[in-house]
């Protein structure tokens, strides 16, 4: 009887019912442990549920959410023996103020944010000026470009804008220092330029600088898992920042000012959310000056994000230091920081240039290895001709 039982399919049938119950069973657990937060894991929370509501809506706009934000959404792995986690309308943005779309028109990777105008009253206005004519053709330009700016109807206080698709700035890591000195030298030119144009961001922190890394990823990523691919079927591959160099840009203009031409020090209190460990705010909440706020912000994003984290960056340690001052009468204006920093990095050989951008946590077994092969890909670069600093010319 036991042989004739492996061409009967009741008790593979009777397996596949058994972990299906043990897996209803499993969620049951583990929404009792949540409470009311969600029916399920992997399930829409309170706070993704305006999206559904307007799901129809943004459709007819011209905007398509995501499958898990329909209103007769059923998970695609409910009746399944599939795990949750790796099923694409399982995943959900970082920020429950934000969702990830696709435009209609074509079909291009879109994010969409909510924002309140009594919140923030001039973001929109903020970014429509810093992306308008002749502003927006400028080389030095580094800030967002919103795609559109959808009016909720019937919610006064209900504003959507339309970004591009962005990931960090760091992600994936630098490879070369050339690498690192294209990535400082577009956020000084970038901030530069906001401060000429008198425009302070008030909240340059490094989750406010992203990369548009299109040419570099020649399959989409998924918006919410983005070393993945957008199907979530293996890792997205990426080309090395060397071969096709991405733009930095700033987001978020929240809580950023315009000012007059002829305010020269104009003065602004601390809001919450902003300014968060700034030493000037330390011991008085006074209104300060914020364009010496934006270059300590632009500092501490430096030395965070880059100082502390690769090795062979002590040229740009002087100043980042001066930009970290804690009067920020001595720190240097955006004008002196790259009067400052064109030479500092113009004095490296191009060999320097070239060499790998290596973590201080590396592991001392691997590195030999990883010299190596990176020395055997600057060959390939040097034989293409491809320049050391990516976004500058040979």
């Not at 986690?85 to 103020?97: H, K, N, T």
């Not at 920020?328 to 790998?356: G, I, Q």
Request: charged share 25%.
């Amino acid at each position: 009887m036991g042989f004739f039982t492996l061409f009967d399919s009741k008790p593979r049938a009777q397996k596949k019912a058994e972990k299906a119950e043990n897996f209803r069973l499993e969620l049951e657990r583990t929404r009792q442990l949540l409470g009311t937060k969600i029916a399920f894991p992997g399930g829409i929370g309170p706070d993704e549920m305006w999206w559904r509501d307007h799901f129809l809506w943004l459709k007819d706009v011209g905007y398509q959410l995501r499958s898990r934000h329909a209103p007769n959404w059923v998970p695609s792995w409910q009746g399944t023996d599939k795990y949750w986690g790796v099923c694409e309308d399982s995943w959900q943005m970082p920020a429950a103020q934000i969702a990830s779309a696709t435009r209609t028109s074509d079909g291009a990777q879109v994010i969409l944010k909510r924002i309140q105008p009594s919140l923030h009253p001039y973001e929109v206005e903020v970014g429509r000026f810093l992306t308008s004519e002749p502003l927006r053709r400028q080389h030095e330009n580094h800030c967002v470009e919103m795609l559109d700016v959808l009016h909720v109807p019937n919610e006064v206080d209900e504003t959507i804008l339309v970004l591009p698709l962005l990931r960090p700035f760091d992600d994936p890591p630098f490879e070369t220092i050339g690498e690192i000195i294209d990535f400082a030298l577009q956020v000084f030119e970038g901030l530069q330029f906001m401060h000429k144009n008198h425009v302070a961001h008030r909240d340059c922190m490094n989750l406010n600088i992203m990369m548009d890394s299109r040419q570099m990823y020649p399959h989409p990523f998924h918006p919410c898992e983005p070393s993945r691919r957008l199907d979530l079927k293996g890792w997205a591959k990426h080309r090395p920042r060397t071969e096709c160099p991405p733009r930095y840009l700033f987001i978020d203009f929240g809580i950023s000012r315009r000012y007059q031409a002829w305010q020269v020090a104009p003065l602004e209190p601390p809001i919450w959310g902003g300014y968060k460990g700034v030493p000037e705010f330390q011991t008085s909440n006074e209104p300060r000056n914020p364009f010496p706020t934006d270059v300590w912000y632009l500092g501490y994003a430096l030395q965070q994000q880059l100082l502390e984290v690769y090795r062979g960056l002590s040229f740009m340690e002087p100043l980042v230091s001066d930009m970290l001052q804690t009067d920020p009468a001595k720190r240097p204006t955006m004008d002196e920081v790259m009067s400052r920093f064109v030479p500092t990095y113009s004095a490296l050989s191009p060999w320097k240039l070239r060499s790998r951008a290596a973590m201080k946590e590396e592991s001392i077994i691997m590195r030999p290895f990883r010299a190596l092969f990176h020395w055997l890909r600057c060959l390939r670069f040097l034989w293409r001709r491809r320049p050391a600093i990516p976004s500058l010319p040979v």
